[in-house]
């Protein structure tokens, strides 16, 4: 009887620390993607290099279009900004 007078607060600290941990992990996003670790070593990187390729592209024309003072519209028209 004498146990359960220990292992009962002992129990009851450790749940509420697991909580704790839990609710502290779920705030600060620990649980918002956890399959595209598990899925990044199936697939190459190409595609999401390639992405970023193009985005860099879009960004150097548009740049250019501001400094050669280009207005936005007629420049949505050529495909400078999509």
Do not use: C
Request: aromatic share 8%; hydrophobic share 40%; net charge negative.
């Amino acid at each position: 009887m004498e146990t359960f007078l220990i292992l009962i607060p002992v129990t009851l600290g450790l749940v509420a620390l697991s909580l704790w941990a839990f609710v502290w992990s779920a705030r600060n996003g620990q649980f918002e993607d956890i399959d595209r670790q598990a899925w990044s070593i199936l697939f190459d990187n190409a595609e999401e290099e390639q992405k970023q390729e193009l985005q860099k592209e879009r960004q150097e024309e548009a740049q250019q279009n501001i400094e050669a003072g280009v207005p936005r519209d007629e420049a949505e028209r050529d495909g400078g900004m999509r």
